[in-house]
């Protein structure tokens, strides 16, 4: 990093930036969503800092204030690591207390954070301007702030020292989202550690680092590791925060705990090798072959550490033959669920600060590994549990081509959103897409009741409309109730008063039967948006009409419609998934948006209309959807 980006009182804002100090009235129809508060110098205040602005971004976008729309995840992310880092460098070097302020742009989505202090005589702290004699942990936050705004700066005032910096969101496609989730949470994360552990200095300072930086870097490592999904990202993070800082290279060794396979397949005898890092990347692989070999076993699996661990000098060479290694047991809620181990050249034994230190930072990746692991066997058991509540395969209809497109938004969890096609005999064929109030184990209860009658009743001979309210019956029963109320109980323990609640379903559920020409399609909505018919020139009309949600009223008596779908028609059916998609206080069925997005495809195939409704969809926001999709399309030819 450079030097420190410096404004003067009467200097002009650069690259667009705020002026610091300056704050727009609140209520003014014009000014950006903002918050501001004053903070204790106290090692509290960037705990409470990072709480503050996730609430505030919180807020903002549920408010659909102006520009949360571009305020996306990994953007609120990186503002929450700067605020943390500004803080931190307040309250370590200032001393006074700490003035935030955050504000979101309605033009941009940029987001500007500002944090103030009481001492304008002490500049931060830039670790490449400071003299041999000082800590070199000092400007560790500057550079990382560095790297994630578009621009920073300082205001010196009277009295007051306000450190600055402007967040900028940025566009990603879906498929991009969720490679950042991937590949580029990884990158971003390793350079996170690396900017949190940098490079070693002489060993006389290390003590002075361990005694200045160690709550910080605790606290700071904490974050980075608590936000990680995949134990095999955390193992990678551990290393990179270890090494060069506090040891030379660093292992991770995670055991299987579950029917003796690992996540990918492999098979699980034995503590696998999941992680290598070493100060010099061309020894990191002769290293992981040395260590491969001799696999930590500890005397006592149940006591976290250090232990000593063999040295493996044949590894390293002729310049590092001799050193001091330690194994730390990664264990969380009395599981064991691997082994830390770190080296260092030239020791007969780690300094105590130092093995003080890798034991704390190692209950805190045992804890973020367990808590990866929680995470991975809730998706799996989500996945398969998604997978009953959905047809194995959709039924062809003759004269008909069908397209779905299913996307629940919710990767962990059961989707609320469902379809069904199906035969029902005597020629006749069966359709649904329906969605219930609500997510995960509480809508599965529903949807695990609702399909298997749908297709019952339909194979029974009931009309559209029998079935519909036979299905409406079924909702309110008690025993759906009871089912509902232990798939809660399955999320939470149950409040006192905190009764069974019936669920709600919204449907749309047709009848095919081929004849001559086309298909006569027999359909009624049941609180669900309404099903959309497409001519062979463009025209489009609605093919229902509106009527009750099922699971509300006891006595309701639902009515269908009956029509052709002559060859050449279309006809999509979709969720709220797909009309309530927001860019900002707009819907996308706003004004009749669906339909005119139906008109321009005239003439396409059922698959190529799915697929474009799908992609306009997408790109109506500025950020992926928020809510599941499903959409099908049947076409008579």
Request: net charge negative.
């Amino acid at each position: 990093m450079g030097a420190i980006p410096t404004q003067r009182e009467t200097a002009p804002c650069a690259c667009g930036a705020p002026a610091p100090g300056h704050t727009a009235a609140h209520g003014d129809a014009e000014s950006c969503a903002q918050t501001c508060t004053t903070l204790p110098g106290s090692p509290l205040a960037p705990g409470s800092a990072r709480a503050l602005l996730r609430s505030a971004a919180a807020e903002w976008t549920d408010a659909r204030l102006p520009g949360a729309d571009l305020l996306t995840d990994r953007l609120v992310d990186d503002a929450v690591l700067v605020v943390s880092e500004l803080v931190t460098n307040a309250v370590v070097h200032a001393g006074t207390e700490v003035v935030l302020e955050c504000r979101l742009e309605h033009d941009s989505g940029a987001l500007v954070v500002e944090v103030g202090d009481h001492h304008p005589s002490r500049a931060p702290r830039d670790s490449e301007a400071e003299v041999p004699y000082e800590t070199p942990e000092y400007g560790r936050g500057l550079r990382l702030v560095a790297t994630l705004a578009e621009s920073w700066g300082v205001t010196f005032r009277k009295g007051t020292k306000t450190v600055w910096a402007r967040l900028t969101p940025e566009t990603r496609t879906a498929a991009g989202a969720e490679a950042y989730g991937g590949r580029l949470a990884l990158e971003r994360g390793l350079r996170a550690a690396e900017i949190l552990a940098p490079d070693p200095q002489r060993a006389e300072r290390d003590r002075d680092w361990l005694h200045r930086g160690a709550l910080s870097f605790l606290a700071e490592a904490s974050d980075l590791l608590a936000g990680q999904l995949d134990e095999n990202l955390v193992a990678a993070l551990a290393g990179q925060l270890i090494v060069p800082r506090l040891a030379d290279w660093c292992a991770v060794w995670l055991e299987d705990e579950a029917m003796g396979r690992w996540a990918d397949g492999t098979a699980g005898a034995g503590p696998r090798l999941a992680r290598v890092w070493h100060g010099s990347e061309n020894r990191i692989e002769e290293l992981r072959r040395s260590l491969e070999k001799d696999p930590p076993h500890p005397a006592d699996p149940s006591r976290s550490g250090p232990v000593p661990h063999p040295w493996p000098g044949e590894a390293l060479g002729v310049r590092d033959e001799h050193g001091a290694a330690l194994a730390y047991r990664l264990i969380a809620g009395g599981r064991p669920l691997g082994t830390l181990v770190i080296g260092r050249a030239g020791l007969l034994r780690f300094p105590d600060e130092v093995t003080g230190l890798v034991e704390d930072l190692s209950r805190r990746v045992a804890l973020a590994i367990g808590a990866a692991r929680q995470y991975a066997r809730q998706a799996t058991i989500s996945q398969v549990l998604q997978r009953g509540l959905l047809p194995a395969a959709v039924a062809e209809i003759p004269g008909v081509r069908s397209a779905l497109v299913y996307e629940p938004c919710d990767k962990g969890g059961p989707s609320g959103d469902f379809y069904d096609l199906f035969p029902a005999g005597d020629g006749r064929w069966c359709f649904a897409v329906g969605d219930v109030q609500g997510k995960g184990p509480e809508a599965a209860v529903v949807i695990g009741l609702a399909r298997p009658w749908l297709r019952l009743l339909a194979r029974e001979g009931y009309r559209v409309a029998d079935v519909l309210d036979r299905l409406n019956r079924l909702l309110l029963d008690d025993a759906t109730e009871a089912a509902d109320a232990a798939a809660r109980a399955l999320v939470r323990p149950p409040a006192p008063g905190d009764g069974p609640q019936t669920r709600f379903l919204s449907l749309l559920y047709g009848e095919l039967t081929p004849v001559d020409g086309g298909v006569r399609c027999t359909l009624a909505s049941a609180g669900h948006p309404l099903p959309l018919l497409l001519g062979p020139h463009g025209d489009v009309r609605t093919a229902a009409r509106p009527q009750t949600l099922l699971g509300v009223v006891e006595d309701e008596t639902y009515t269908s419609e009956t029509f052709e779908l002559r060859n050449g028609e279309s006809l999509l059916c979709v969720t709220d998934g797909v009309t309530e998609r927001r860019d900002g206080s707009r819907m996308f069925d706003d004004a009749d948006g669906l339909a005119d997005a139906l008109s321009g495809c005239a003439g396409l195939s059922a698959q190529l209309i799915a697929e474009r409704i799908r992609r306009l969809v997408h790109e109506f926001g500025g950020k992926p959807p928020d809510d599941d999709l499903a959409l099908l399309v049947l076409q008579a030819v």
